[in-house]
């Protein structure tokens, strides 16, 4: 039980050309102190993504930029089913420490984590094979896609095509049941190259 701290409950298949940007595992160390934990959340954000969850009637969730966690265990502890994934896993480690160190509470018990990534998302959580497997939380995919933190804007555009990009996009959809939702963000970028500044308000952090 001890290995289900620092090991994903299947290997996953790595992206040939995908490198783990996070490998060193030092930027793992320092990412809530970096970005804040689930705690800094602003109430605008957290009451946004709930809402939004819940008016879909969303209840299977997988969040495809877990990093360490912060966005899964938000939704865990609203009881939703969270399947968690993401290519670094050195980032994973610290969400599997809160599944371990939570793990006599029921929902985190069941928080699916994963080590995948996105141009072999659809093979990483077997949803290309018609064989049942422990991701997939029905036939027809997850309630919902979040890829939020400004994640997205770390795919590499490797071949200057977008064809990355659209792989990772294409995966997405097809982790999603018809008629489910996909949310994604990144930062304003045009405001950023436009005046040089970032924007003052942020929906994700309390700033003080």
Known sequence: MVDGIYRTRSLGTAAEGLPDQYA?????????IYIGDKNSRTEYYKTFLINLLQEKHCKNVLDVACGTGIDSILLVEEGFNITSVDASDKMLKYALKTRWNRRKESNFDAWVIEEANWLTLVDDLGLSTNLKNPFSPSPGGFD?????GNSFAHLPDFSGDQKAIKTALKNFAQCVRPGGIFIIDHRNYDYILSTGNTPSKNIYYSVS
């Open 24 to 32: 060193d595992g030092r930027a793992a160390k320092l990412w809530e």
């Open 144 to 148: 919902a896609l979040i890829c939020l």
